[in-house]
């Protein structure tokens, strides 16, 4: 399993960030367009066994990804893990810490690539590594950027 981690300090309200980044339908806000062009809700909302889909382009071919959340922790944690998708096991993990102003975000995603199929021809897992840490790292860039700008 490959672990890929991305921390920003976010200032705003924990509870303003942890909104925003757990509601589904900021998601294709907030990552680059090439990788996620849609998401949403499908089932339950944001609470424990709630279900999202997110459409985009993953490991260099057009895939749809549905995530189950199978822990919320409000203000705290987050966790979703895939229950259909291109990746052989995927979990995205995103955990909040209030720093007096301040908001700590930690996004963690553990995958792990199917094997023996083109998916895994196509990209190697330094690859899909390298993008998933860009696509974290530009998705808390802008999730900064629009909770800092709509505080000032």
Known sequence: MTRVEYEIDINAPVERVYEYYTNPNNIKEAWPRDMVKESETTAGGSNTGSEMRVKGEYMGKEEEI????TER????RLIARQTQG???NMESIQEFQENGS????????????PTGSKVADVMTG???DDRLRQGMEQAAQTVKQ???GAAA
């Open 86 to 88: 291109p990746f052989q």
């Open 102 to 113: 301040t908001t700590h975000v930690r996004h963690i995603i553990n995958f792990e690539l």
């Open 66 to 69: 549905r995530l189950q959340i």
């Open 126 to 128: 330094k690859q899909a």
């Open 146 to 148: 629009k909770l800092e």
């Open 73 to 76: 922790e409000p203000n705290r």
